[in-house]
């Protein structure tokens, strides 16, 4: 999975200013930059918090008996590495602690472990202490392939965005990962962000200007919009969306990037001019971004919601990442199917 996924007239719609650090430039757009950093948003969070680190010495990674060889935090800054071994509740509260002191630590641990192993210390000694921590949950969704219902994490976005005060990121690919973590590091308090595990598909092809808040329109497309969030689901969407175009569909997509603060802006918009809404992400189709997103358009511009994601089940079927979203019903071909029998029928 090294292709890129989103075309120029996507890309020129994301924008192309430049992303904090990111190489190329001008015509290059990020091919240097994919070559360098690679496509694996776990490596990119890890490289973006190295970069940091070494240019403030609040910055601290805590850590949880994992690691990453290929970006060796520990060995190059070992005064700013903290391993507190497997203990996630444990891990979270010291860097709560950290926090507390003047420190800017990052957590890097499994969201699984992150959200529910240590929810209490997530909700109550960092966001309810308003603590500056920021929590990387590598494995999201299905992510984890092999590892099975054990080490996925589908449930994390419920819990997240009903936890008063936390930010949360769900970034579309290695790059944007890459931009958010260093948006994180300079956003005033708590804040939890999905990173995948394995190597998924590029979106960007050219350098833009990351905001927290505020989502990207990477295509335009009156008949059909649809709205996704995350690692390998936003490359989906495109993908469903280029099915559609075949077929003479207009489709829209539009990159959730933030989860909370959700952009109810871009997405009212999105309902107002399209026929229908479709969602797309790696979690539980019950309190994810459909949930978020149907609860905006009621309200506020009300329209058809087409909800694709995990369904509410342990997914103890297995396979390569790549895989598991047609293996679940909710890939490209699955949207692409459902759009079309909705259009068939109204």
């Given at each position: 999975m090294t292709s890129l996924i989103a075309g120029p007239a996507a890309a020129r719609s994301?924008?192309?200013?430049?992303?904090?650090?990111?190489?190329?430039?001008?015509?290059?757009?990020?091919?240097?930059?994919?070559?360098?950093?690679?496509?694996?948003?776990?490596a990119t969070c890890r490289r973006a918090q190295l970069e940091?680190?070494?240019?403030?010495?609040?910055?601290?990674?805590?850590?949880?008996?994992?690691?990453?060889?290929?970006?060796p935090f520990d060995r190059e800054l070992p005064g700013q590495y903290l391993q507190v071994g497997i203990a996630e509740a444990n891990l979270l509260s010291v860097a709560a602690g950290l926090a507390m002191w003047g420190n800017l630590p990052f957590v890097n641990t499994f969201a699984v472990f992150a959200t529910m192993r240590a929810c209490e210390q997530l909700r109550l000694d960092i966001a309810y202490a308003g603590a500056n921590v920021k929590v990387m949950g590598y494995y999201t969704g299905l992510s984890g392939g092999?590892?099975?219902?054990?080490?996925?994490?589908?449930?994390?976005?419920?819990?997240?965005?009903?936890?008063?005060?936390?930010?949360v990121l769900s970034p579309a690919d290695a790059y944007e990962t890459y931009l958010a973590t260093k948006a994180a590091a300079s956003h005033p308090g708590p804040v939890y962000l999905r990173a995948s595990r394995a190597a998924t598909p590029a979106v960007y092809r050219d350098e833009?200007?990351?905001?927290?808040?505020?989502?990207?329109?990477?295509?335009?497309?009156?008949?059909?919009?649809?709205?996704?969030?995350g690692c390998l689901m936003v490359s989906e969407a495109l993908r469903a969306a280029d099915l559609l175009a075949a077929d003479g569909v207009e489709c829209g997509v539009l990159n959730v990037h933030?989860?909370?603060?959700?952009?109810?802006?871009?997405?009212?918009?999105?309902?107002?001019?399209?026929?229908?809404?479709?969602t797309c992400e790696d979690h539980n189709v019950i309190g994810g971004l459909g949930s978020a997103v149907a609860g905006v358009v009621s309200g506020q511009a009300p329209v058809p919601v087409l909800r694709y994601g995990?369904?509410?089940?342990?997914?103890?079927?297995?396979?390569e990442y790549e895989d598991m979203p047609a293996r679940y019903g909710f890939g490209a071909g699955d949207m692409y199917e459902g759009v079309r029998a909705w259009l068939a029928s109204h």
């Open positions: 994301a924008g192309t200013g430049r992303g904090p650090g990111a190489g190329g430039g001008g015509g290059g757009g990020l091919a240097a930059w994919y070559a360098e950093y690679g496509l694996n948003s776990r940091l680190a070494r240019a403030d010495r609040r910055i601290l990674s805590v850590e949880n008996d994992l690691g990453l060889p290929e970006v092999h590892a099975g219902p054990t080490h996925s994490c589908i449930e994390d976005i419920a819990i997240t965005r009903a936890i008063p005060g936390l930010t833009y200007d990351f905001r927290i808040g505020r989502a990207v329109r990477l295509r335009d497309g009156a008949d059909v919009t649809i709205v996704a969030t933030t989860l909370k603060p959700l952009d109810t802006d871009a997405i009212v918009a999105a309902a107002r001019g399209s026929r229908l809404l479709v995990v369904p509410d089940q342990y997914c103890g079927q297995t396979a």
